[in-house]
Structure formats: structure tokens, C-alpha cells
């Protein structure tokens, strides 16, 4: 199901709890939300976040928002709170190879899957970023910009994110000539101008147009993706 329950609705000026909220009030408990980080990137592993906060005072995060939209130092905060806080969290990191094999759309969808899975207090109804998910297991509704409006997409937004960035500066570590630790294997004009230079390194995905052309690859070929 990608939509609220009968006779739920949810006003757009609820703010960031407002999601759940509404579902408690229907006896919707607990509440999962899922997203994840480095879909857009060409380099290193996929990450998804699932969380599910308490409700009341004790779900309520100190400075929390969708994780694009804050600081690293202000994630990090978010970070340490919500796993103080949430009654169950789950991270899954999928590599880039695995990212090549699937195409980044299954590869996106198993991951959110299994960090659903994961979650050692299973949800009785699960919000997930932009687009549904089926195979959840519960019911579930897809959130336009969810990770900007509902606090357990945003929750689980900041487990990604931060979980992946420290992966990618671990990698820059191995692979210092890509400076992974600033761009995080997005494309900007620093990764492009190191993929020409030196081609692509064994954490880019091969899937991409511009790694493959990097790679003198063959590009002109069907399933291939687009870095953003």
C-alpha cells in the first residue's frame, strides 16, 4: 500500500512529526521510516537507514531535518541522537560492486528492504523517501521529499549519510588522488578532472556512463546510469 490509512490525513503545516503523529492517533505503532544515501554517487557502497522513533518528548531529535540539508558537524549531532534515542535502527551498506551487478534501482530497493528487515522491532507500517517499496511485509506510504517532512525518513536519512561519508573518507585514505573525502564519490568537477587523469579507481561503479568513459569503455549501451 502506498497510502494513509481510511480517514487519515495529515495537514501540511504538521511539521517534521506530524507523519507520525497522525498515525498514532489511528493506533498505527510502531513506525518505521527508511531512506538512503549515494544513489547519484559513481564511487564506493550504497547505504540505507531505517529508524523507528519513540513517540512523545523522547522521539523528538535536537536539530534534526533531512540530512542534505545540514552540516557534517550538525549530522553528527543528529547522528549521536538518534541512536540514544530510537526504540530500533538498522544500517545496511551494499558495495559498489553489488551496485554494478543489480542496476542502482534494485540495488536501492533490496537495500531498503533489508535495513526494514533488520530493524529488531518490526514496524507495523513503514514511510519511505519519494517512491513506495513493496515487498516490505506492512504497510507502508510513499513520502514526496519525505526525508524533508517526516522526522523517521529524516532519522533514518542521517544514519545513511553518516554512516556512507565515513566510508568514503576511509576510502580516500586508500585512494587519496580522488579526494573521496570531499565530494564523498558524487561528481564534481575535482572527481571528474581525477577520473581523467587517472581513471577510475577500484571503488568507482562501472555502471556509471562517465567512470566508463574514464575507463575507455564502451557507453552507448542499455541500463547504464547517470552520476548527479
Not at 530500533?88 to 543489480?102: G, K, N, T
Not at 535495513?115 to 522491532?121: G, H, K, Q, S
Request: net charge positive; glycine share 10%.
Amino acid at each position: 500500500m502506498s497510502e494513509l490509512p481510511r480517514g487519515l490525513t495529515v495537514r501540511r503545516d504538521a511539521g517534521l512529526y506530524g507523519y507520525e503523529r497522525a498515525l498514532r492517533r489511528h493506533g498505527i505503532e510502531p513506525i518505521a521510516g527508511v531512506d538512503e544515501a549515494g544513489r547519484g554517487a559513481c564511487a564506493g557502497p550504497l547505504v540505507a537507514g531505517a529508524c523507528i522513533l519513540p513517540p512523545g518528548k523522547a522521539g523528538i531529535v535536537p536539530g534534526l531535518a533531512d540530512s542534505k540539508l545540514l552540516t557534517e558537524k550538525a549530522r553528527e549531532r543528529c547522528y549521536t541522537q538518534i541512536l540514544r534515542r530510537a526504540v530500533s535502527w538498522a544500517v545496511v551498506v551494499v558495495s559498489h560492486e553489488e551496485c554494478d551487478r543489480l542496476g542502482m534501482h534494485v540495488a536501492n530497493v533490496q537495500a531498503l528492504r533489508r535495513a526494514v528487515a533488520l530493524l529488531d522491532v518490526p514496524p507495523a507500517y513503514v514511510l519511505t523517501d519519494g517512491f513506495p517499496v513493496d515487498g516490505l511485509g506492512v504497510p507502508g506510504l510513499a513520502v514526496w521529499k519525505g526525508d524533508r517532512v517526516a522526522a523517521c525518513i529524516s532519522a533514518a536519512s542521517v544514519l545513511a549519510k553518516v554512516t556512507r561519508d565515513r566510508i568514503m573518507t576511509e576510502l580516500d585514505a586508500d585512494w587519496p588522488a580522488y579526494d573521496f573525502k570531499t565530494h564523498k564519490g558524487y561528481i564534481t568537477e575535482t572527481h571528474s578532472a581525477a577520473l581523467t587523469a587517472h581513471g577510475p579507481s577500484p571503488v568507482h561503479r562501472m555502471r556509471f556512463v562517465n567512470v566508463r568513459r574514464a575507463a575507455g569503455l564502451e557507453v552507448d549501451l542499455p541500463g547504464l546510469e547517470s552520476a548527479s
